[in-house]
T-cell receptor
Framework: EDQVTQSPEALRLQEGESSSLNCSYT??????LFWYRQDPGKGPEFLFT???AGEEKEKERLKATLTKKESFLHITAPKPEDSATYLC????????????FGTGTLLAVQP | DVKVTQSSRYLVKRTGEKVFLECVQD?????MFWYRQDPGLGLRLIYF???????EKGDIPEGYSVSREKKERFSLILESASTNQTSMYLC????????????FGSGTRLTVV
């Protein structure tokens, strides 16, 4: 079954304490892996797209990496404003541009 | 800045009412999507459309229908609202057939009482 699993479900960090979020997927024919940030009561906001194993993307304190089975979102020296839910999604298979989403990781960064 | 606009942030409707959720995008995107988001279940695809007047069922289409008469507008219709349709509804759009991400609207929090 095509599936996207994110871990942990929730993560609490102290300001400056670096960590990683995991997104593992079991789909055939990956055509893109996407990371989004979602603040409470708002729609998800696009962060990164990764297309092939070994690819990396960076934005401020965030760095996304991709292997054949999973992706990591590394957060370096996080700040309280990085607190949000981080969603992972994959596009796979045929021509339609559908995404499968994971259930997200709720990140809380305490000052 | 590209935008997906959902007509209402909060809605309260009664059981059995017909409910319309509207979504408009200004990016000339071919693809538009409706998701619902519930705690612990993540985002689940209700319907999507890859062209005007075209629609396809997603994973949970029961109790919903959609309309896409113009490229920029995608409407979600709850034919007879029920309490189990209380949820956050998110509209999204994306371009073409490539591996493009979605642009999401801000969401509509629907409560059915």
């Amino acid at each position: 079954e095509d599936q996207v699993t994110q871990s942990p479900e929730a993560l609490r960090l102290q300001e400056g304490e670096s960590s990683s979020l995991n997104c593992s997927y079991t789909v055939s024919g990956l055509r893109g892996l996407f990371w989004y940030r979602q603040d409470p009561g708002k729609g998800p906001e696009f962060l990164f797209t990764l297309y092939s194993a070994g690819e990396e993307k960076e934005k401020e304190r965030l760095k996304a990496t991709l292997t054949k089975k999973e992706s990591f979102l590394h957060i370096t020296a996080p700040k309280p404003e990085d607190s949000a839910t981080y969603l992972c999604a994959v596009r796979y298979g045929g021509a339609t541009n559908k995404l499968i989403f994971g259930t997200g990781t709720l990140l809380a960064v305490q000052p | 800045d590209v935008k997906v606009t959902q007509s209402s942030r909060y809605l309260v409707k009664r059981t059995g009412e017909k409910v319309f959720l509207e979504c408009v995008q200004d990016m000339d995107h071919e693809n538009m999507f409706w998701y619902r988001q519930d705690p612990g279940l993540g985002l689940r695809l209700i319907y999507f459309s890859y062209d005007v007047k075209m629609k396809e069922k997603g994973d949970i289409p029961e109790g919903y229908s959609v309309s896409r008469e113009k490229k920029e507008r995608f409407s979600l219709i709850l034919e007879s609202a029920s309490t189990n349709q209380t949820s956050m509804y998110l509209c999204a759009s994306s371009a073409g057939q490539g591996s493009y991400g979605y642009t999401f609207g801000s969401g509509t929090r629907l409560t059915v009482v």
